[in-house]
Each structure stands twice: as C-alpha cells, then as structure tokens.
C-alpha cells in the first residue's frame, strides 16, 4: 500500500486546513486509519482514527472539537479536517493504515504510512 498525502500548508492561528491521504496498491476500506503527528525532537503522537466503516471515530484530547477525520471508501482515500488551528498544531502530518479494523492509538499498529505533509501555523 503506498499513501500520498496532501493538503497541508502555511495557516493563521484560527484558519482551517483540510489534510488529505490517497492510497494505493490495495484498497484500504477493511482497515482502520489514522493520522499522527510529528516536531522535530520529540515523538509522533496520535491524531485521529476511524474504523473501517467511518461509524467509530477517536480524538487525541488536545484536537477534539477542532478536528474531524473521516474516509471515502469508494475512493480509498481518507481526510482530516482541521479547523481553529492553534500554533502548536504545527507539525509533519503522516497518515497511516492499520492492520485491524479498529483504530487504536499506538502507531506499533499501523503497518503502512505515508510521506508526511507539513503544517505550519502562525501566530
């Protein structure tokens, strides 16, 4: 599976992006996915995850409320909708594909990960 993420950028505190990750090779639609987050120095936090079917979602409690992570099956491709950035929401943004259908929140569970879209957010 090899996933192409897109859509980050450079973002005024209080702006929206919405992040966006297509994969390939496989189709993804019986697996969870997740989006985790990275700063230089430090270690790669959970974001969000969505099971297989979109109906059960989980938040890492510093964006809950801010943003939404969701998926389109028919188009194996898989999205995270931020809005009321904060500056320490900047980061590298990776997407990734779990080996179960449900999304736990420890990045050992996810086999497939894509390149890394950076998100800047000025104050």
């Known amino acids: 599976v090899q996933l192409q993420a897109s859509g980050g950028g450079l973002v005024q505190a209080g702006g929206s992006l919405r992040l966006s990750c297509a994969a390939s090779g496989r189709t993804v639609s019986s697996y969870a996915i997740g989006w985790f987050r990275q700063v230089p120095g430090k270690e790669r936090e959970f974001v969000a995850g969505?099971?297989?079917?979109?109906?059960?979602?989980y938040y890492a409690d510093s964006v809950k409320g801010r943003f939404t992570i969701s998926r389109d099956n028919a188009k194996n491709t898989m999205y995270l909708q931020m809005n009321s950035l904060k500056p320490e929401d900047t980061a590298v943004y990776y997407c990734?594909?779990?080996?179960?259908?449900?999304?736990?929140?420890?990045?050992?569970?996810?086999?497939?990960w894509g390149q890394g879209t950076q998100v800047t957010v000025s104050s």
């Open positions: 990734a594909v779990g080996r179960a259908a449900y999304a736990p929140r420890a990045k050992s569970n996810y086999d497939y």
């Open positions: 969505i099971n297989w079917s979109g109906g059960t979602t």
